[in-house]
């Protein structure tokens, strides 16, 4: 993305080991087209799920992620290992 100038990075003063990332202003162009493409697939994707549905659905998802973060620290803790 830095290559393709959507982003820059930024050594901070003081700190030679601490790196600032920020968009450019062709970085904040491109988001701004790309939200409204976003926001419409997400209705797209949920379309006709009640609110509760939609709360058990982001629950659901929340769980699978944080089970993964898991299975994740413990791939690595093994292979640490060896």
Sequence with gaps: MEKL???E???LPGNARTVSINLTQKGKTLV???LPIA???EDMAVAGFSKAQ???LKSSLESVYEN???LETEVN???QKK
Aim: no cysteine.
């Design 77 to 79: 803790e093994i292979l």
């Design 32 to 34: 701004q087209k790309l």
């Design 68 to 70: 993964l973060d898991m």
């Design 54 to 56: 939609l709360n058990v």
């Design 9 to 11: 990075r930024k050594r």
């Design 39 to 41: 926001a419409h697939f």
């Design 5 to 7: 100038d959507f982003i």
